[in-house]
């Protein structure tokens, strides 16, 4: 259809069709991904008016992105972050409403027409529109996210979509910041109808004019019947949502699930779930007054300020390149087949990852049988893919193409990338790399993906030590989303640069760091699970240790977190920190005794806790009580307060990690964050370990860190670099780069 005029604005593109169809194109200049800024709010103003006063003219208007893979991402995140006071918060949620309102009550049809993500205040513009046309693409998912920055949805998502698609369906998003993808979309009543996306723009011209003709035949905009579409499957749904009771058992059963899963330390949700069941005997208007006051209330809470920090520090860091220490930032090297030496959990792991972004990998095991397990981990997870219909069939098929597995090392000739995933043994590891060197070329790298071995001494015996880097990843692979890239004097600048990039390709946040034993993650992870094996030597029960720390905020106890991770593998790791680090990580005799007794966690079925009874759904885990009888004082236990046990095993983490920093091992508290946050489960509403010490206060922390020293032990005493801050009345995000500069000279 050829247009008769055609205008151009700063955000918002429009184009008058002679058809009486108006094409709004939503295209922020200079931006991969569309927001609502506060200017793009300003422009939609106008343009209201506009539609408002040309209505005659007007038959229908089509929204659509200016972005070839995306809608709209959301707000814009920096316009939260710049509110000072809960009414600031309030009259801009207020503002952001009267917009989307006005577009709802337009004289004309509206054609919300998405492909791509569709998020936040973008799912929110769609609502407000008549009708919505998404298409297929895998791309294409529509979704509330905003609990995951610790505020509500401000801009009529809590009233809009529960009256579009049910209380349970809506909840099930808004809480969660769960995304749904386009065919659920449909099935759901949350969009009309699914279409490719070539044709999207044809199609919702076509459904604007066609809309638009009967509103002038009639006199009446049509509502399309989208809500229909879910009454087939939820008739008992609707009923129950249509009764007081049934109502109230919904609520009871949402906030109880809050409360398993979310804790106590998230406010967004609990005023997420309360502003949604102000949709039913409250008017819409009193629905959008109450979402308002909530959103303005979270915006400025420190829950929020932290989660908006953290989503700006993993934004950052994705697009960011590798910066070497002597300040250049050296390219990374294309890579298009990738070598893994093991196939057990974590090489199947990393093997999958690698096959399912499209990388050619080649998998070597010491037989057929070991090396076939690789195959098998990548196969169920593209398994749970189909299922879900992320994927097709062939599209599994087509994946699996890309790897494959073998006893020896052909197909390692052309690797560009090598990543060994063996058992953590220094004479294991030397092995490896002197097999891998002989069969690869010279420019191939070396990554050792090791939990707590220098990578110094495992290069010591290469012939291409510039090669050899480590890539510490976190079990399962595929779902824990931190990669620690690791360097040595050694290594070369294109080397590191290019597994961070082949890092971020398989969609980890990547941290890099020196190497030292235990480098940043294993190193705070161990002070933390040290200070928690004293407190159980000194009588504390495994329940409550465990439990004083999910209560604080990590998402499983030090005690459950060994169990896992392997009671063999806590103990080298133990040693290797002792070796380096002396009084800080001395284990005992006692401790030595019980890591002796033969258990090694969830691996052979005895820990902690029992694993010898099958366990029913949601089922509370059980403490083999037995493991006290190894410990001084036996079965009797005298549990200290929660707090207590809380502060030793925080502060220990808090002070190691400032240790690591001052070390100059870490490059930034920024990075300490992510870490800890990604890959040890540290609280993300508190924002990270520097952060949270910021928030304290530097001399609350070494204040607390020296009556720990004199209460308990020598370990507590307070890193060089903390002393110096407090001296110097410095933070860590602040004025606090000074004193790290000055701390590692």
Sequence with gaps: MATAVQETSKVLHVEQGEDGVWVVKFDVPGEKVNTLSPSAFDEFT????????????????????????????????KAIAALKTAEEGELLSRQVQEVFNRLENLPMPTVAAVNGACLGGGLELALACRY????????????????????????????????????????????????????????SGLAHEMVPKEILLGRARQIARRLGEEAERTGEIPIPPASQKRVASSVAGLLLEATIAGRAAIYNKAKAMLKSRVGKHYPAPYKALDAVFYTRGHSFEAGLEYEAKAFGELAVSDVCRNLISLFFATTAMKSEKYKAPNGSTPDPKAVKKVGVLGGGLMGGGIATVLMDKGV???????????????????ERFLDAKVKRRHIRPYEKQMALGLLSAGDDFSGFKNADVVIEAVFEDMKIKHGVLKEMEAVTRPDCIFAT????????????????????????????????????????????????????????KMGKQVIVVKDAPGFYTTRALGAFMNEAIKLLLEGCSVEAVDK???????????LTLMDEVGWDVGAKVLKTLTDAFGDRFQVTAEAKAVLATGRLGRKNGKG????????????????????????????????????????????????????????????????????????????????????????????????????????????????????????????FYGAGAKARKAARN
């Design 46 to 77: 106008e343009l209201l008016d506009r539609l408002e006063n040309n209505a005659d003219d007007i038959r229908g208007v089509v929204i659509i992105s200016g972005k070839p893979d995306g809608f709209v991402a959301g707000a814009d995140v």
């Design 548 to 558: 004083a720390l999910t209560n604080f905020g990590f998402p499983v106890g030090p």
């Design 132 to 187: 919505r046309l998404i298409t297929n693409d895998p791309g294409t998912q529509l979704g509330l996210p905003e609990v995951q920055l610790g505020v509500i949805p401000g801009a009529g998502g809590t009233q809009r979509l529960p009256r579009l698609i049910g209380l349970r369906a809506a909840l099930d998003m808004i809480l969660t910041g769960k995304k749904v993808r386009a065919r659920s979309a449909v099935k």
């Design 608 to 731: 902690f806790y029992r694993y010898d009874v099958p366990s029913k759904k949601k089922a509370k885990k059980e403490v083999d009580t037995s493991v006290y009888d190894s410990l001084p004082g036996g079965r009797w236990r005298n549990d200290q307060s929660e707090r207590v046990i809380q502060e030793r095993c925080v502060f220990a983490f808090l002070n190691e990690a400032a240790h690591i920093l001052g070390e100059g091992i870490l490059l930034s508290p920024r990075d300490g964050d992510i870490g800890a946050i990604f890959g040890l489960g540290f609280p993300p509403f508190l924002g990270g370990p520097f952060r949270y010490m910021d928030s304290l206060g530097i001399d609350k922390v070494t204040q607390r860190l020296g009556e720990l020293t004199e209460e308990y032990s020598k370990s507590f005493e307070p890193a060089e670099i903390l002393v110096q801050m407090h001296d110097e009345k410095r933070t």
């Design 449 to 504: 993906n090791t939990s707590s071995l220098p990578i110094a001494e495992i290069a010591k015996g290469a012939k291409r030590p510039e090669n050899v880097v480590g890539m510490h990843f976190f079990s399962p692979v595929e779902k824990m989303p931190l990669l620690e890239v690791i360097y040595t004097p050694k290594t070369a600048g294109w080397v590191t640069s290019t597994v961070v990039a082949l890092g971020k």
């Design 360 to 378: 050619r990998t080649r998998v070597k095991d010491r037989d057929l049988t070991a090396a076939s397990k690789a195959i098998a981990y990548a």
